[in-house]
């Protein structure tokens, strides 16, 4: 009795903080280990918010409204003459509810910070990913999803097991966090829906049994991940070496990286033309002249510099267009026109003032002004050759070729900070916060559903971050940019996913986990994962790499972002020494997949409940 009321006697927040910190820190630690390069990696906070959500139970370092009632049957005190305990109990429960509300707040807002942020990342590459030969690899990821939430349903409609239940272990099979968000949210706001209908809340409507059943679900996801690569490379008689080989040289022939040529002016219909008219020509095939060397003289060719024979044009552009150009121009030459030795320099900058956002390149003169070439602009990883229309967008990389003291002035210009591009701008991400919060609480009324259907706390702020970072340059006339450096994304991204998994974990291992596992349904939820996991995956993994003819490193790439699953991407990255192929394959499928994982676990509870009570 005096240890609960000595308890309850702390500070909410600070039992919150401590708990919180102490599961975060076990989880991480446990995170960290690894064995041949494989471990729990960020799950480990899940089982370390169990075990000390166990332990503070066991130990009754928190209460429940259950043992607030025994304390008081214990004292005898029942009937009328429970008025004067109860209301002294009363504050306390209240603190306990204050308890479960503020942990209630941080595990959301964890996962919105965590889906939100995941967004901003994957953007660019998204829409990228929905065109080109990336849609082979995410058609397979689709099917793995698709199949993984058909077994998951099978197993409630024809096993009977319990809806919350259904939802966690799939959540936990796959690997994905914000499915159990999701899964966890709906099911909660079903149960609320019930309540608010004048119904009893039926079996199978428990947020606490989803976590449960992730937690016990989430081990063989990481590991059948893992297993079905070693399957279909034993099955297949697969030679790592060789799928490397064979996917450099495939690599090769479809290459459309930038190259350099030196070609001589031999066309006397370009002698007496200038610059800028051979500048127009070349706009259509994506080839800009970044150098020029006449007679002795290196120098960056002006727009009004008029074209003599014999003049050497350095060209900038892929292969095929530079040939085009070549024969255009003259005959390629094998001579230097190297800046070393001269006045002239290369230099990258960075486009980071926000007053040139939106401008074009042409709006800037850089080459009439400053005789500096932009050679080539880096925008999201991605190289290509800039025109004179070309808009700056936060972030851009411009290539420069000039005089040292040019491209000084060129950078002040431009900004080129690199402080401006370690900083997260806090605006842009309050904004698609609540854009996010408001798109997810959109309701989708669906007949004989207790609760409307939406995008919930996980989906709404996915979607408006990866429209953001896409086109929220656009969509604000270029006044906000949407651009998060790596190491402030990752920052945000990782408190978010601890904050949420600890408290999950927590939750559960206070709410019975240790229970489930040895009286209850634990092993059952168990062996339900196992098939969840491993048939699509082996399904698929097979059918890319012996019908699709996809290379096996790419194959593992995109298993593992089918997943959604790091650790797993680590392993395969570890199979040949160029991850390339592998994390490649890993981030074409991973954006859709994260999609596709949110919005699964509401339309299987959808149809679930449709079938109980056609």
Not at 125 to 153: H, N, P
Not at 206 to 219: H, I, M, R
Not at 230 to 257: A, M, P
Not at 351 to 372: A, M, P, Q, Y
Request: charged letters at 15%; proline letters at 3%.
């Amino acid at each position: 009795m005096n240890g609960l009321l000595s308890i309850l006697s702390f500070n909410s927040i600070s039992i919150i903080t401590i708990l919180i910190s102490l599961s975060s820190v076990i989880g991480i630690l446990l995170g960290n280990i690894r064995y041949k390069g494989v471990g729990l990696g960020i799950g480990g906070v899940l089982f370390g918010g169990i075990f000390v959500g166990w332990l503070a139970q066991t130990m009754g370092w928190i209460p429940t409204s259950v043992q607030i009632k025994l304390d008081l049957v214990s004292l005898g005190i029942e009937g009328e003459t429970w008025t004067e305990e109860v209301e002294k109990y009363s504050r306390k429960y209240a603190e306990f509810q204050s308890f479960k509300d503020v942990l209630k707040y941080m595990q959301e807002f964890g996962l919105i910070l965590f889906v939100y942020t995941i967004g901003i990342q994957v953007g660019p590459g998204f829409f990228a990913s929905l065109k080109g030969a990336g849609l082979k690899l995410i058609g397979y990821a689709v099917i793995i999803v698709l199949l993984g939430a058909t077994i998951a349903l099978g197993y409630n409609i024809f096993f009977g097991l319990p809806l919350d239940s259904t939802i966690g272990v799939y959540a936990g099979a796959v690997t994905n966090t914000p499915a159990l968000g999701a899964g966890q949210t709906m099911i909660a706001e079903m149960a609320q829906g019930f309540v608010s209908n004048g119904q009893d809340i039926p079996v199978g409507f428990d947020k606490d049994n989803v976590s449960s059943a992730y937690a016990l679900a989430y081990p063989f996801g990481i590991c059948g991940i893992l297993l079905t690569m070693f399957i279909i490379r034993f099955v297949c008689r697969v030679n790592i070496d060789k799928e490397g080989e064979l996917y450099e040289l495939q690599k090769k022939s479809n290459r459309k990286d930038l190259n350099t040529v030196n070609v001589s002016v031999s066309n006397t219909e370009l002698v007496g033309k200038t610059i800028s008219w051979l500048n127009s020509h070349f706009e259509a095939d994506d080839v800009v002249c970044s150098r020029l060397k006449r007679g002795n003289t290196l120098m960056v060719p002006r727009p009004d510099t008029v074209i003599k024979a014999h003049d050497i044009f350095h060209l900038v552009g892929t292969d095929a267009n530079l040939q085009k150009a070549c024969s255009f121009v003259g005959e390629q030459v094998q001579v230097s026109l190297t800046t070393k030795g001269t006045d002239l320099v290369v230099q990258k900058v960075i486009v980071t003032n926000e007053k040139i956002l939106g401008k074009t390149l042409d709006s800037l003169e850089i080459k009439s002004r400053f005789d500096v070439a932009v050679s080539r602009l880096i925008r999201t990883g991605i190289e290509f050759i800039p025109h004179s229309g070309t808009t700056l967008q936060f972030g851009d990389q411009l290539n420069l070729v000039g005089r040292k003291e040019s491209i000084l002035a060129v950078a002040q210009i431009v900004g080129n900070s690199a402080a401006e591009m370690r900083k997260v701008h806090m605006l842009p991400v309050f904004i698609g916060l609540v854009l996010g919060m408001l798109l997810g609480c959109i309701a989708i009324p669906v007949p004989g559903l207790p609760a409307a259907l939406k995008l919930g706390l996980a989906g709404g702020p996915l979607v408006v971050a990866l429209i953001l970072s896409r086109y929220g340059h656009i969509l604000t006339f270029n006044k906000i940019h949407w651009f998060m450096p790596a190491s402030g994304n990752s920052a945000l991204r990782e408190i978010g996913i601890v904050l949420f998994l600890s408290i999950v974990g927590f939750s559960s291992g206070a709410g019975g986990f240790v229970d489930d596992l040895i009286n209850g349904q634990g092993l059952v939820w168990m062996g339900y994962g196992v098939f969840i996991t491993i048939i699509p995956l082996l399904i698929c993994g097979f059918l890319a790499y012996c019908f699709s003819k996809i290379n096996y490193l790419s194959v593992c790439g995109m298993l593992a972002g089918s997943m959604t699953d790091p650790p797993a991407l680590a392993f395969a990255n570890g199979l040949y020494h160029n991850s390339e192929a592998s994390a490649l394959g890993y981030a074409t499928v991973y954006p859709f997949t994260m999609f596709l994982r949110i919005l699964t676990p509401q339309i299987m509870i959808v149809i679930a409940y449709a079938i109980s009570v056609a």
